[in-house]
């Protein structure tokens, strides 16, 4: 069975950290460029960091960029997600994906969206102000 399981969401005050971890089963991980979405209440989903599969690169949203970081263990079949100076915008479920065909110099979170295969059904996170 495809699963990716999200952990390591909660309540943290507005300036913490968080740190949620992604495992994943079920499929060749390390075939497939990993990303972290975020759906807040009432908003849009949000593609908020990814990072792909031929070399490790990198993507953010501009809302993360310097507090948030994302790393991958493809031993392990778990992608990481490091939130830190966290803001009560940051609230939300925040859900890991997979995408086999995305690749670097791909758009994020365009063809992100586009090439979603897999995803699970998230952590919420809460920060308060």
């Known amino acids: 069975e495809v699963q990716l399981v999200e952990s390591g969401g909660g309540l943290v005050q507005a300036g913490g950290s968080l740190r949620l971890s992604c495992a994943a089963s079920?499929?060749?991980?390390?075939?497939?460029?990993i990303g972290w979405l975020r759906q807040a209440p009432g908003k849009e989903r949000e593609g908020v960091l990814c990072?792909?599969?031929?070399?490790?690169?990198?993507y953010y949203a501009d809302s993360v960029k310097g507090r948030f970081t994302i790393s991958r263990d493809n031993a392990e079949n778990t992608v990481y997600l490091q939130m830190n100076s966290l803001k009560p915008e940051d609230t939300g479920n925040y859900l890991c994906?997979?995408?086999?065909?995305?690749?670097?110099?791909?758009?994020?979170?365009?063809?992100?969206?586009?090439?979603?295969?897999?995803w699970g059904e998230g952590t919420l996170v809460t920060v308060s102000s």
């Open positions: 079920g499929f060749t991980f390390s075939g497939y460029s």
């Open positions: 994906a997979g995408a086999k065909e995305y690749n670097s110099g791909s758009s994020f979170p365009e063809d992100f969206y586009r090439y979603l295969e897999v």
């Open positions: 990072i792909t599969s031929s070399d490790g690169s990198t």
